[in-house]
Each structure stands twice: as C-alpha cells, then as structure tokens.
C-alpha cells in the first residue's frame, strides 16, 4: 500500500516577527496534532524531549504532545526523506510538516523544491507558505530588506502579528491594507500568536492549497478605490480577460517577462483560459519556474475568463499588462487591473 502524500507548510517571517513564539506553543502545547517541525536556527526551539535521534549533525526528538523536532544542519530533502522514512517504519509519528527558514531566508528556493518534480513529491506537497508580518517593525523592514519582501511576496496567507502594540484597530487595518495591497493573492489577518485558541491558529495556517494545480483561490484584490499608497519595492499586478488567450503568444509573453525580471519575478499565479482549450489551466511560477495544468473544464455558455498575478520587485505595470494583454485570441472585452509600483525610499 502506498504511504499517503504529507502536506507541507512553509513558515516565514523576518526576524522578530515571532515565529519562535508560534513554534514553542506548537511544541509543547496539547493541540491534539501530529506535526514535524523541522527548523534551522540553531536554539531557536529549545525543546525538553527524548532524544531519538542525533546522526550527522542532526537531530530529531519526540514531543510529548505527540509532535516532532528536526533540526536541520544539511540539506532540507535529505532531512525530509529521512523523516518519511522513520515515519514509515513507526519509529516517529507526523501528519503535517512544518518547515521554519531563518528570519533573514528567502523562501524561494524551499518552495522550488516542491513544484520542481523532485522526487519529495512522491512523500510531500506543498500546502502553502504562512508569512509572520510585525505589525510594529514590519512596514520599515518591509522597506529596506529584500529577504521580508520576497517572503511577502510567496506568501499565501499572511499574519500580522502583535496588532495590540498598534493605536486601535484602525492602524491595524491600515497594515492589513498596505500588505494586500503588496501581495493581492495573499489572504491576511491579524493574529496575536500567544493568546489565539488553536482552532483559530490551526484554520490560518493548514489547508491553504496554495500551490494546488486543482484549483486557484484569490484573496479580494486591492481595486482603485482603495489602493494604498506604500514604500516597499514589492508590489503585485493583476491581469484579468474575459475572452481566451492564444497559447503561443502567451508563452512568448512570458517568456518575455522571465528574460526581463528574471528572480526579481518572485510568483506567478492564475487562471488561464487558453483559445482551444475544453479546461482550465492552473499555472504556478517561481522564480523562472513556471508549471502548468489542466483543471476542470469550462461549463457550456461558461464565461472563459483568465485571471493571472504577478508578484515581484520593480515591476513595470504597463509594460506587463501591455505585454499580456497582446496574447489576446480574439478582440474581447478585457479588464485589467494593477497595484501600482512604489519606489525604493532614497
């Protein structure tokens, strides 16, 4: 019989944003789950557990709460494999990884892992990645550190965390606000990390398909009417059409956007209606990485309309809506929506 596909979570978060916070309560609180935490910060968890295993500079011990700790000194899918291995020989028990990068690491190259065919996938997919945003500190780092920003930008839900340090619920919209308005695919919420019960932790941070090929949710986007003005070089640029698109053209256009932004190009994400096509096509994209699928088909008299994001650093609005908005099939009426391109500060 063969072993059952684990999900993955992603947990980011500059640093102080309190990530270790959500950890430690994950680790020794009884929630009623089974997770692996697997962390590389070197005491960043200080965990009192048995000791199962220390081989090669890393070690993995059980909780008594029924979770996992793996400290992790070399690769992550040596680690990952080693975990599905002990787990299938009963040596451990897990349902759900849980994967914590350092404060200053860009989760690009983690969440490549997962969607380039590597052999995890066997064992693993990639529920989401969960970013912790300091609602005090997180707008000035946001501005000055590439790390936040593309940890912003991989984000599919985000939780500003410490919205009791802010003057009133108003400030802690306005940093709701201003981090859609960064990521418009990103759900976002305020969260206090020591205090919210695990039911409220566990719907914010499990079951995300974020990087699903059967569906593609969006969070509301930032429209005209209440677009935030910001600092950071992160921003977001919707493109949507209601007629399909010519396949060719639009891997030229893209094609064109990768040879143009290259990693500053940090996600893409969307709904493809493709001009010959019965189905659906859900496309994923990281960092030049680009996947497609088929999803389910368009419903007779169905409106075949495409929806796509682009998430990145210094993004030209106009020239990528000019560039896709060419993959047209057919003359339509097309909306195209963007958020506007803030500068770096200086």
């Not at 019989?1 to 959500?22: E, Q, S, W």
């Not at 493109?239 to 064109?256: E, N, T, V």
């Not at 010959?276 to 994209?285: A, E, F, M």
Request: charged share 20%; proline share 5%.
């Amino acid at each position: 019989m063969r072993p059952p596909v684990i999900p993955v979570t992603v947990l980011t978060g500059f640093l102080g944003a309190g990530k270790t916070t959500l950890i430690n309560r994950l680790l020794r609180e009884a929630h009623g789950r089974r997770f692996a935490v697997i962390e590389n910060e070197y005491g960043a968890v200080n965990v009192d557990a048995d000791l199962l295993i220390n081989d090669g500079g890393e070690t993995i011990v059980q909780l008594t709460n029924g979770c996992v700790c793996c400290t992790v000194r070399g690769d992550l899918a040596d680690a990952l494999d080693r975990l599905a291995r002990q787990r299938d020989a009963g040596e451990i028990a897990f349902d759900h990884v849980l994967i914590e990068p350092t404060g200053l690491a860009d989760p690009g190259p983690i969440v490549r892992t997962f969607i380039a065919g590597s052999p995890l996938q066997a064992r693993y997919f990639l529920d989401g990645v969960v970013t912790l945003f300091d609602a005090v500190n997180g707008p000035r780092t946001l501005s000055q550190a590439v790390e936040a920003q593309a940890q912003l930008a991989y984000a599919d839900r985000v939780l500003v965390t410490k919205p009791d340090l802010l003057d009133g619920a108003a400030a802690v919209d306005a940093v709701i606000a201003m981090v859609s308005a960064a990521n418009s695919v990103a759900a976002v919420a305020a969260i206090d990390l020591v205090t919210a019960p695990w039911d409220e932790m566990f719907d914010k941070l499990l079951s995300l398909r974020g990087y699903q090929f059967d569906r593609v949710v969006f969070a509301p986007a930032v429209t005209d009417g209440n677009r935030v003005e910001h600092t950071q070089a992160v921003g977001s640029v919707m493109f949507s059409a209601d007629s399909p698109l010519d396949g060719p053209r639009l891997k030229a256009a893209l094609a064109a956007i990768d040879a143009r932004y290259g990693e500053r190009l940090w996600r893409i994400k969307g709904v493809l209606a493709i001009d010959g096509v019965r189905s659906r096509i859900i496309l994923q994209g990281v960092q030049g990485l680009l996947q497609s699928q088929a999803s389910t088909p368009w419903r007779m008299f169905e409106p075949q309309r495409t929806q796509l994001v682009l998430i990145g650093r210094e993004l030209d609005r106009d020239w990528l809506l000019q560039q896709l908005g060419e993959c047209l099939a057919a003359p339509a009426d097309t909306s195209m929506h963007g958020v506007p391109m803030p500068r770096l500060p200086g």
